[in-house]
């Protein structure tokens, strides 16, 4: 066993690298997910299912147990055809959708007070939690019917968004070098 210990100024290397990497790989899927869209989601779940028939696999190989493998290869091999097909994108989308909505019914319902941040007594309470309530529903009847390419566009927006916390983080990473 190695009695190393790390150093302030090696962990300041190794984090500056670490940033400036993470900062790529964000510009580039953010990249990816603004001009693909919605077909983001298909890729990701076909690559997401190689990785689980790889572990079937390798979970086999190594331990010679077919129960445990042969949930990951089904599993994996689901997630191939959904993404291949194109339906994983629809199936979470629909299940986006339906999360919004229950939010939006647990603003309604006065599960979630939190969620608007009045108190249930108070009168601005009521006029808040019934438009944000609607509003979430609205939003995920939307999102679930896919209305106009909504869904897309979201999944757009969020790459933009990925590609500048990515930009932040190369931007920071340079300063760092830079002040070395």
């Known amino acids: 066993m190695s009695d190393h210990v790390v150093t302030s100024r090696e962990y300041r290397a190794n984090s500056k690298t670490n940033e400036l990497l993470i900062g790529i790989v964000l510009v580039i899927f953010g990249v990816i997910t603004a001009v693909c869209g919605q077909g983001m989601l298909n890729i ?41 097909v194109g339906l994983a994108a629809d199936i979470i989308r629909i299940m986006f959708g339906l999360l919004v909505v229950l939010a939006g019914l647990f603003v309604l319902l006065g599960i979630s007070s939190r969620f608007t941040g009045y108190a249930a007594g108070d009168g601005k ?26 869904f897309d566009l979201l999944i757009r927006i969020i790459g933009v968004v990925i590609i500048v916390f990515g930009a932040m983080d190369i931007a920071k990473a340079l300063c760092l070098i830079k002040n070395d």
């Open 44 to 84: 990701v779940v076909t690559i997401v299912g190689a990785l689980f028939v790889i572990l079937g696999v390798l979970s086999y190989i190594e331990t010679k147990v077919p129960q445990s493998s042969v949930l990951k290869l089904v599993v994996g091999l689901i997630f191939i055809i959904l993404g291949i």
């Open 125 to 150: 309470a009521t006029v808040i939690t019934m438009v944000v309530g609607i509003g979430l529903i609205a939003l995920g009847i939307i999102a679930m019917l896919n209305y106009a390419g909504s």
